[in-house]
Nanobody, 119 residues
Framework: QVQLVESGGGLVQAGGSLRLSCAASGTFSSINVMGWYRQAPGKQRELVARIISDGRTNYADSVKGRFTISRDNAKNTVYLQMNSLKPEDTAVYYC?????????????WGQGTQVTVSS
């Protein structure tokens, strides 16, 4: 089993910044991908950003240039620095990871953290 503990959500005014953290713990041999998704009310969950074990990153077009994803492999932790926040960034943000256990890979989700951006 793998546990993902998220932190850093909250309420911020438009133009402000927040930093999300997600720490993975449990039984696994390595982590392939760590990422952040978000889900706004009435909308589908969407990818925000992800970082692969080799350091490559992917971002949603809507957050490029404003959000930065990073990873501390020693701590099995992924961060999402969110700058220039907009009201449309308001959503529940979920951490996601793909880990290796033996020859298998498994996906896990965090419990979600609320980000609210006021105008």
């Amino acid at each position: 089993q793998v546990q993902l503990v998220e932190s850093g959500g909250g309420l911020v005014q438009a133009g402000g910044s927040l930093r999300l953290s997600c720490a993975a713990s449990g039984t696994f041999s390595s982590i392939n991908v760590m990422g952040w998704y978000r889900q706004a009310p009435g909308k589908q969950r969407e990818l925000v950003a992800r970082i692969i074990s080799d350091g490559r990153t992917n971002y949603a077009d809507s957050v490029k240039g404003r959000f930065t994803i990073s990873r501390d492999n020693a701590k099995n932790t992924v961060y999402l620095q969110m700058n220039s926040l907009k009201p449309e960034d308001t959503a529940v943000y979920y951490c996601n990871t793909e880990v290796n256990v033996g020859s298998f890979s498994y996906l896990y989700w965090g419990q979600g953290t609320q980000v609210t951006v006021s105008s």
